[in-house]
T-cell receptor, first 110, second 115 residues
Framework: GQNIDQPTEMTATEGAIVQINCTYQTSGFNGLFWYQQHAGEAPTFLSY????GLEEKGRFSSFLSRSKGYSYLLLKELQMKDSASYLCAVRIGNTGKLIFGQGTTLQVKP | ETGVTQTPRHLVMGMTNKKSLKCEQH?????MYWYKQSAKKPLELMFV???????ENNSVPSRFSPECPNSSHLFLHLHTLQPEDSALYLC??????????????FGSGTRLTVV
């Protein structure tokens, strides 16, 4: 079956760095996505990895190791507005299917 | 209007009612999706449409009936729902099924409560 695991909750301090891990066991891997979702709002795209390595986008970076079935999202210089759920999702082949993890709720404290 | 628009934002319906959710995308995408988001559970894929043809039905009960008249519009018709169907229903679109680097663009969802 398809399985994606993320921690349920994390807490970090404003200005700090936080790493949110995601492990996956899927067939037909065709890319891994990270989304941010604020309460009551639509998920918004953050990053995409299909090859091993690090992708950097401003304060956000995402890493992928396909051999280990592992990804992380790194958030630097945390701001209060970064308090949200972070969703890890794997695309399955050319089916259009995105399989999501349960999401990690990040709380940023002053 | 840009992006993916869903209406209504909130819906309360009885178990014997019939209602419809509407989704419209203005991005020129070819694929559209319905997802269900329940509390404490992962986003759950329901249906996939590509060029208005259904390509995936993730074992969804027949009380949920999708309709895709063209690549820009997607509906979810609801009838004789159960209280456990209460959830946030998200519509999404993507350029294609497997090559886009941006995954999906989501709408803001319809918060459905079945009473």
């Amino acid at each position: 079956g398809q399985n994606i695991d993320q921690p349920t909750e994390m807490t970090a301090t404003e200005g700090a760095i936080v790493q949110i891990n995601c492990t996956y066991q899927t067939s037909g891997f065709n890319g891994l996505f990270w989304y941010q979702q604020h309460a009551g709002e639509a998920p918004t795209f953050l990053s995409y990895n299909v090859l091993d390595g690090l992708e950097e986008k401003g304060r956000f970076s995402s890493f992928l190791s396909r051999s280990k079935g592992y990804s992380y999202l790194l958030l630097k210089e945390l701001q209060m507005k970064d308090s949200a759920s972070y969703l890890c999702a794997v695309r399955i082949g050319n089916t259009g299917k995105l399989i999501f993890g349960q999401g990690t709720t990040l709380q940023v404290k002053p | 209007e840009t992006g993916v628009t869903q209406t209504p934002r909130h819906l309360v319906m009885g178990m014997t009612n019939k209602k419809s959710l509407k989704c419209e995308q203005h991005l020129g995408h070819n694929a559209m999706y319905w997802y269900k988001q329940s509390a404490k559970k992962p986003l759950e894929l329901m249906f996939v449409y590509n060029f208005k043809e259904q390509t995936e039905n993730n074992s969804v009960p027949s009380r949920f009936s999708p309709e895709c008249p063209n690549s820009s519009h997607l509906f979810l018709h609801l009838h004789t729902l159960q209280p456990e169907d209460s959830a946030l229903y998200l519509c999404a679109s993507s350029q294609d099924l497997g090559r886009s680097n941006y995954g999906y663009t989501f709408g803001s969802g319809t918060r459905l409560t079945v009473v």
